[in-house]
């Protein structure tokens, strides 16, 4: 290696390597079952689904090269769950990591990984964790996140006792209590009902972290699951004999920002319209444009966060500081002014008798809405 070009290539090779051994190691042929994660996202795009099922086992002539930078976005996660690991047990916590469990479901295989399971001191409480990775943090988890955790913990609570679990090198399936004595050494009760199970997703960005939780086994989005598994297994089969397509199958309605990320995008019906090949150099540019803005954002957030700080350690609050060509100075400002509409009713419904509709009314008449106006979306092909 001789050039920054050859080592990065070497990288972007090596990430590529490890994804599918890792892959394969810890989830198998995912073609041959349904994933929780599947079900969850099946909820909201059938044929997204079944579009990444059936391309699964099948190898193009080609592979196609995917750049070092969307591999260093799918070897994240990975490295989120050894960072995670790493932290248990120097604090010598118990846990089991990438728990499996087996399902037939009116013949649809269904498989469920947990990311990491800890029992608290009592061996009478559990604690299911499902790790994220983002790019960066949400005020409010995304809904298929948690349809996959509820799923995955009633998953866990409906099979307890039955020999359908299995992690690590314990390849034999076992009932969890059985597992729960050879990973951990402590005897867990033989029916569920006598054990407390919450479950939280946790969200890692680059430079921080955030929880949502505590959530709880829930039987009703755990059937709509298994409904949406038959269903799509169905599909899966009916597919691959022949006797259906792709196209039969319900996609995603309106705006949903994975669909730029879904790798089966290019022959969505939902995206169907006139092609013209010749835009291509603006849509790029416009698109490199946008990402461009975004990257000087963020830097221009550090440097401001990095100015504050030393600002803080430099000079007293308020005051100006002088470079040679610039000055600069932190002060504080008030906070933005806004309405809280449930307060607002709150405060309505106590000060007099105003019913829900007299409410409702005069939320309709204080809305003000602004001039419609052109949206411009560019999203990629995959």
Known sequence: MKTPEEILSL?????????????????????????VSDLALGLACPRAVVAAKLATNVQPVVQPVQTLENLLKLRRGHWLEYGIEEALQAVRRKYISQLRISLNYENAPIKSHLDLV??????????????????????????????????QMTMLQELWARPAFSAGDYSESRSF????????????????SAVSMRGFVLTIAPQAAKVFGPYEPNEAVF???????????????????????????PWLKGFYLGCDYCAHNGSCPKFQGDDHPELEPELAALTELKATR??????????????????????????WIN?????????SQAGRVTLDQNLLKAGLTQSGNIGEAGLEAIFASAQKTSRPFERLQVSPIN
């Open 11 to 35: 990288l972007a090779s090596g990430l590529a390597a490890a994804s599918e051994k890792h892959t394969q190691e810890t989830l198998g042929d995912r073609s041959v079952y349904l994933g």
């Open 223 to 249: 059937e709509a699951l298994m409904r949406t598994g038959k269903l799509l297994w169905q599909a899966i089969l009916e597919i691959r004999a022949g006797q259906a397509t792709l196209d039969d199958l």
């Open 323 to 331: 470079g040679q060509n610039h000055r600069f100075r932190v002060s």
């Open 177 to 192: 209590p059985e597992l729960a004595k050879r990973h951990w050494g402590i005897s867990l009760p033989n029916s569920a």
């Open 294 to 319: 975004n990257t000087l954002e963020a830097e221009i957030k550090e440097r401001e966060d990095q100015l504050k700080a030393l600002a803080a350690i430099i000079s007293p609050p308020g005051q």
């Open 118 to 151: 800890l029992p608290d001191e009592d061996s009478r409480s559990l604690i299911v964790l499902e790790l994220k990775s983002v790019a960066r943090l949400r005020e409010q988890v995304y809904s298929s996140h948690e349809a996959q955790l509820y799923g």
